[in-house]
């Protein structure tokens, strides 16, 4: 089917006999004559096959590393690693293969990570799980620390560290996302009291349970994160023909309404997670009985 060659410094040229359309990736034309192809996944995939046990190893591949085994890395990707990269080969001579096996497949994590690495390895760290450990590198990273410092880099309990790292990213994050919320909220205040000033005030209880409008884009923002829904993030604030409510129990959040500004009927009313609450036909029957409160305000601005 094709050979690949490579030189001293790694550069790679194919040459095979043509590849044909076909509904199967190994499809060749066996009439074609060898020739200096393109490279594409049907050559890297008839060459990731099984290897021959007998070939012939170039002085420099024993040079650089090589000892007559892959390891389980394509033999298209171990090969220009080694006579091109001297990381590939300072893994391989000091039987790290795994840790080979896994940057040849991570390039990124390989440039980013080499010189972390490094430094873990100069300080005696065995890194026993490589994929945790550039997990847990490229956490602190985001988290703005410090990647070349033994302190971080050479944790006890890696396995421990890593879930403590990432639980703080994800803090991080969440501080983020509110802080990129509230921004939001700000920016879309305007349009909301243009939208739903009129109905500002209404309240009305059945002794048990009060009901009152939400009066500005943070009080949707509060709903939303509190009681777990999407009363927030898909902007009920600014839909033109909805109205929000919340229905409290002495002063604790129990459904979140919405009501059309056109039949003034419930649309859905929704507690903690979106599931109905003991108290959802109460508060469902208690909004519909007060509709009015609401097709007056409208009536009144018309």
């Known amino acids: 089917i094709g050979q690949y060659w490579w030189n001293a410094q790694g550069r790679k040229t194919i040459v095979a006999v043509q590849r044909v359309l076909g509904r199967y990736v190994d499809t060749f ?29 170039s002085d420099t591949l024993r ?4 000892k007559d085994d892959f390891h389980n890395i394509p033999p298209t990707t171990l090969i220009p690693a080694l006579l091109s990269d001297s990381r590939a080969e300072t893994l391989i001579k000091s039987g790290r293969t795994d840790h080979l096996r896994y940057f040849l497949g991570k390039r990124r994590a390989f ?3 080499w010189q972390s690495y490094k430094i873990a390895v100069r300080n005696g760290y065995e890194i026993a799980d490589i994929s945790l450990w550039n997990d847990y590198v490229d956490t602190l990273k985001r988290l703005g620390k410090d990647i ?11 396995k421990a560290e890593h879930d403590r790292r990432q639980e703080e990213l994800n803090r991080q994050r969440e501080r ?30 059945d002794g048990t349970i009060q009901v009152h409008v939400l009066e500005s884009v943070r009080e949707h923002l509060e709903e939303g994160a509190t009681m777990h829904h999407c009363v927030f993030s898909n902007e009920y604030y600014l839909k033109e023909d909805s109205l929000i409510l919340s229905a409290t129990i002495e002063g604790k959040r129990i459904e979140t309404i919405e009501v059309s500004l056109k039949s003034f009927e419930v649309v859905q009313s929704r507690g903690v997670c979106n599931k109905n609450t003991e108290y959802h036909e109460q508060i469902v029957n208690l909004v519909n009985a007060n509709r009015r409160l609401i097709s007056q305000r409208m009536k009144a601005t018309a």
């Open 29 to 57: 034309s066996y009439c074609a004559p060898m020739a200096i192809r393109n490279d594409n996944e049907a050559y890297r995939y008839a060459a990731y096959s099984q290897i021959y046990p007998k070939f012939k190893v």
């Open 63 to 66: 040079r650089n590393g090589f």
């Open 111 to 113: 440039d980013e990570y």
């Open 148 to 158: 070349h410092n033994p302190k971080y880099l050479c944790p006890t309990d890696l």
């Open 176 to 205: 983020e996302e509110i802080a990129q919320k509230q921004q939001k909220a700000m920016e879309d205040e305007k349009r909301f009291k243009e939208l739903k000033s009129k109905f500002f005030g209404i309240h009305f209880t």
